[in-house]
């Protein structure tokens, strides 16, 4: 039904408004059992045999949706009936974000693609912790928190930006909301850039959210596109540090990586998500294990467009993969197509 008749229809409009009325229903779906019911009987994997346990967490599947859909925690309920075992909800900042100016999100769709310029608007972590607060309804389905830094002016600073990403820790652990916690450090559409993925800035930051007693586990958002010795740097530092693992990747900012280069000028603005994150972050995810064996987690993400996709991811070295892009083009039935298909 997906790909033949709602997707067709989706695709003339804006996607951005697409989205929202996706997160529209999504949440009214969520709120009654008739909705959950209704699409947990069309999209759900019932099986218990990729159940999975990581760092503590069981997980119903080892399919995760990825941050930056559910950017405000408006999903939470509906989710589960489509057969993730998670989210990441967010990036959740400090203090609410409009985020960039439009257009926001660009289809790219012959290279499976989506151009992301975002600026990480969402509501603020405040008004996210209330709101999943009041709304959770189900503990088993895992909801990882992704914390970023505010994109405005007041965090450009490496002490403002710090200063930022610890309030919003400290308030998640506080109000114990939140399953795992990932630091999104590499946000290609931000105000101050992607200034912790500096090694030295890397071990400041993380020095001090370690101040704060945290029981959860935590992972770091890598980027995609720095060279090896960097990233190996910053694996370095996560390990010393003693946090569990990290996601492999976000976005690609490299538009040579489209299939279809014309589709994204120069002249455009933010990361592109999809099959041009596939080859780069799949690289990365093997070259961790190689190097790291199981002292990571490792949360596979970037293009999982089809079970290939993601079996690859699994056997690169994923202990959890992943998704938005493969959602947007081929459909929630994805999940339960990979949940059947994959080996973990
Ligand atoms: C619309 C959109 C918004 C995103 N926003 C965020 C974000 O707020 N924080 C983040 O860590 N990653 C964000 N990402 C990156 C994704 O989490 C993911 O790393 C990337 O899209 C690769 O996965 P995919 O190919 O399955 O989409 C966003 C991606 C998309 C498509």
Redesign the pocket.
């Known amino acids: 039904m997906y790909e033949h008749i709602l997707k067709p229809i989706f695709f003339r409009f804006d996607?951005e408004k697409v989205?929202n009325f996706m997160v529209y229903f999504g949440e009214l779906a969520g709120r009654y059992s008739i909705g959950r019911w209704k699409i947990s009987f069309l999209y759900n994997y019932r099986s218990n045999d990729k159940r999975k346990v990581v760092d503590g967490i069981e997980y119903r599947t080892p399919i995760l949706l990825?941050?930056?859909?559910d950017?405000n925690a408006r999903l939470m309920n509906i989710l589960p009936s489509i057969g993730l075992g998670g989210e990441?909800i967010?990036?959740v900042t400090a203090r609410p974000c409009a985020g960039n100016p439009t257009p926001?999100?660009t289809r790219l769709s012959k290279s499976q693609?989506?151009l992301?310029n975002?600026g990480?608007r969402?509501d603020g972590v405040d008004v996210i912790i209330e709101r999943i607060k009041k709304n959770r309804k189900f503990n088993d389905f895992i909801l990882g928190i992704?914390i970023?830094r505010t994109n405005d002016d007041k965090s450009v600073s490496i002490e403002a930006g710090i200063e930022d990403y610890f309030y919003s820790f400290k308030r998640l652990n506080e109000e114990n909301v939140g399953d795992y916690y990932?630091i999104?450090i590499?946000?290609p559409n931000s105000f101050g850039g992607e200034a912790f993925t500096n090694p030295d800035l890397l071990k400041r930051l993380v020095s001090k959210l370690k101040t704060i007693e945290c029981k959860k586990p935590i992972y770091i958002?890598m980027p995609i596109n720095i060279p090896w010795d960097q990233f190996a740097q910053l694996l370095e530092i996560i390990d010393k540090s003693g946090l569990n693992g990290v996601?492999i990747?976000?976005?690609?900012k490299d538009y040579n990586s489209l299939d279809c280069r014309e589709e994204a000028p120069d002249s455009y603005k933010g990361?592109i998500?999809?099959?041009p994150?596939?080859n780069l972050?799949t690289e990365l995810i093997r070259k961790t294990k190689l190097m790291y064996g199981s002292r990571f987690t490792i949360i596979g993400?970037?293009?999982?467009?089809s079970v290939e996709t993601a079996q690859e991811k699994f056997n690169a070295g994923a202990d959890l993969i992943?998704?938005?892009?493969?959602?947007?083009y081929q459909g929630p039935s994805l999940v339960k197509k990979i949940c059947k298909g994959v080996t973990i």
């Open positions: 996607p989205h990825s941050a930056g859909f950017y990441e967010g990036s926001r999100l693609s989506i992301v975002k990480l969402n992704s970023a990932t999104n590499s946000c958002k996601v990747g976000n976005l690609n990361g998500s999809g099959k994150c596939f972050s993400c970037g293009g999982i467009m992943q998704l938005i892009t493969g959602l947007i």
